[in-house]
């Protein structure tokens, strides 16, 4: 931070920076989705067991790990009452110094009223135009944004007590840019399965080339991800 503001005052000539010093709102992130009810499925991913992956604009594959995550269905309308992810902390690498990025949480517009595959037997959809709000504190300045959910997001349903969800979540973040924030876009695949919460989840690893997610494999052993992570 003390190499940010010196830098920004040698820009101005020593006359202190105009722009803001931090990005965000300071505000705690809203709730967008709804809490379970009696008869619905009420099913959680496990925590540091699943991963998540960014994929930086130049097709670089970074993973992340998940803190925590949950996913509510009323299973006779299949209506999506809840799905949120929470990632682990990890930081942005920049010409000055790394930006934290900690507590960040994706929810779902909801509830949402998930759409069958008119093929495939117990997969639905997320349809076009659901909002996905990202929250999180950048460099401990808390922000959040709504973006539009713009790539599939594919739930398998099972049984109640196991399912799976395969999404590519919208990352919308400001970060610091010298005396300014600056938007950042980016893309984080997410593929889990969802059991109940007294069970241990599987965890999973997946193997990418020229930039494009390919096939996933389960394991019953945790993984090995660093935390937190950089991404360059």
Request: glycine share 8%.
């Amino acid at each position: 931070m003390l190499e940010r503001l010196l830098g920004c005052a040698f820009v101005l000539g020593l006359l202190g920076c105009t722009g803001p010093e931090e990005c965000g709102d300071g505000v705690a992130c809203p709730t967008a989705d709804q809490d379970p009810r009696a008869k619905d499925v009420n099913l959680f991913f496990a925590a540091d067991r699943w991963a998540a992956y960014y994929a930086e604009p130049g097709g670089e594959i970074v993973a992340l790990t998940v803190a925590e995550g949950q996913i509510v269905i009323e299973p006779r309308g299949m209506t999506l009452r809840r799905l949120r992810v929470a990632l682990g902390p990890f930081q942005y690498d920049t010409e000055v110094d790394p930006i934290d990025v900690s507590d960040l949480t994706f929810s779902l517009e909801a509830p949402v009223s998930l759409l069958p595959d008119p093929v495939a037997t117990r997969w639905y959809s997320a349809p076009a135009g659901v909002e996905v709000l990202t929250c999180a504190a950048v460099d401990g300045v808390r922000q959040h944004t709504a973006v539009t959910l713009g790539e599939p997001l594919t739930v398998r349903y099972y049984s109640k007590e196991s399912l799976t969800l395969d999404a590519i979540l919208p990352l919308h973040l400001e970060l610091p840019a010298g005396n300014r924030c600056e938007a950042r876009n980016a893309d984080v695949l997410v593929f889990m399965q969802a059991e109940p919460k007294d069970r241990p989840g599987n965890t999973f690893s997946c193997v990418s080339s020229d930039g494009y997610f390919q096939i996933c494999t389960t394991s019953s052993e945790p993984g090995d991800l660093p935390v937190p992570v950089e991404i360059r």
